[in-house]
């Protein structure tokens, strides 16, 4: 088996970063997909590291193509109103690769479209970062992907582990993919969170006892939920991840800051928010990620309020 057309819907800081690499390997073969406008906005070009390129866009308001893989690559928050644009670009033999932040993109995507086959993916240790349409990186880092379980790995999963491997991606699937989503998305409840919190950068993770407390209290939070799940996550996974954060790059910031910093919306409710559905159903008490999800869901309100206000008064001068 051997994935010859592709696509991607997202391109933002990290869908930029493997767009960039895959179209300049497979070159027409690899579609930016999503609608008119979208479209249109790629025309103009993709900026990455300050090179501008043109891939090829699929417009799925006036067209249909069924591609081999469709990589998903868009907000968590944008991934019901993306359904009708991945409808556009599958069949029932194109394999999904949903790489987005939190838990639950699989699910959701493998119950819009039951007869494809939907992976696990998650992107750890790139510093792919994005300032209006301009996407920087200096490193790529893993691309993890697969099914559930993958002890005899199944010939789609060979496939497009070879597919971004040849374009330059450090692409690899684990044996246990639930938890090493389950794990991403432990660091995400605890650095983007607390990032935002406290406005910090990753060289103050390691220099105040304040902010290593908040880590561990809002993660722990997760290896509770995950022991009732039976996903194995354990509190010395835990211990590794805040090593982890606290020795990580000192200049750089999560996604989340930068999208607060930027006044977008946040993955607020693809963290504390499902860490708070999840607890109801699991009977595991939540009590810093409700914490975390009030305070950053009001800041944020208030900046897109502000934000809104600021345009208003332009528009009126």
């Given at each position: 088996?051997?994935?010859?057309?592709?696509?991607?819907?997202?391109?933002?800081?990290?869908?930029?970063?493997?767009?960039?690499?895959?179209?300049?390997?497979?070159?027409?073969?690899?579609?930016?997909?999503?609608?008119?406008?979208?479209?249109?906005?790629?025309?103009?070009?993709?900026?990455?590291?300050?090179?501008?390129?043109?891939?090829?866009?699929?417009?799925?308001?006036?067209?249909?193509?069924?591609?081999?893989?469709?990589?998903?690559?868009?907000?968590?928050?944008?991934?019901?109103?993306?359904?009708?644009?991945?409808?556009?670009?599958?069949?029932?033999?194109?394999?999904?690769?949903?790489?987005?932040?939190?838990?639950?993109?699989?699910?959701?995507?493998?119950?819009?479209?039951?007869?494809?086959?939907?992976?696990?993916?998650?992107?750890?240790?790139?510093?792919?970062?994005?300032?209006?349409?301009?996407?920087?990186?200096?490193?790529?880092?893993?691309?993890?992907?697969?099914?559930?379980?993958n002890e005899e790995c199944a010939e789609e999963v060979i496939a497009v582990k070879d597919y971004l491997f040849e374009a330059g991606l450090n692409a690899v699937v684990y044996p246990d993919m639930l938890r090493m989503l389950w794990r991403k998305w432990m660091i995400n409840i605890g650095a983007n969170q607390i990032s935002t919190l406290t406005g910090a950068k990753f060289k103050y993770f390691g220099m105040f006892?304040?902010?290593?407390?908040?880590?561990?209290?809002?993660?722990?939070?997760?290896?509770?939920?995950?022991?009732?799940?039976?996903?194995?996550?354990?509190?010395?996974?835990?211990?590794?991840?805040?090593?982890?954060?606290?020795?990580?790059?000192?200049?750089?910031?999560?996604?989340?800051?930068?999208?607060?910093?930027?006044?977008?919306?946040?993955?607020?409710?693809?963290?504390?928010?499902?860490?708070?559905?999840?607890?109801?159903?699991?009977?595991?008490?939540?009590?810093?990620?409700?914490?975390?999800?009030?305070?950053?869901?009001?800041?944020?309100?208030?900046?897109?309020?502000?934000?809104?206000?600021?345009?208003?008064?332009?528009?009126?001068?």
């Open positions: 088996m051997k994935i010859m057309k592709a696509g991607i819907i997202g391109t933002g800081a990290v869908g930029g970063m493997i767009c960039s690499l895959l179209h300049k390997k497979y070159d027409k073969d690899f579609y930016v997909i999503g609608n008119e406008k979208r479209s249109q906005r790629i025309a103009k070009g993709l900026v990455v590291n300050g090179e501008t390129m043109y891939p090829p866009a699929l417009n799925t308001d006036k067209e249909k193509q069924a591609l081999d893989l469709v990589i998903v690559c868009v907000k968590n928050y944008h991934l019901q109103d993306s359904l009708k644009d991945i409808a556009a670009a599958i069949d029932e033999h194109t394999i999904i690769l949903p790489l987005l932040n939190g838990v639950t993109a699989t699910d959701v995507i493998q119950e819009a479209f039951p007869n494809n086959r939907v992976f696990y993916g998650i992107v750890m240790r790139t510093d792919a970062a994005r300032v209006d349409y301009n996407v920087t990186y200096h490193t790529c880092g893993e691309i993890q992907l697969g099914y559930a379980k006892d304040e902010i290593v407390i908040l880590l561990r209290a809002s993660m722990k939070e997760i290896v509770d939920i995950a022991k009732v799940k039976n996903i194995h996550l354990t509190e010395q996974d835990l211990e590794d991840v805040v090593q982890i954060l606290i020795n990580y790059p000192p200049e750089k910031k999560t996604s989340m800051l930068q999208d607060m910093e930027a006044r977008r919306l946040t993955e607020i409710d693809s963290f504390a928010g499902t860490v708070m559905q999840y607890g109801l159903q699991c009977d595991v008490p939540t009590p810093i990620n409700t914490m975390l999800y009030y305070g950053i869901k009001a800041r944020e309100k208030v900046y897109l309020m502000e934000k809104e206000e600021e345009l208003r008064r332009a528009n009126l001068q």
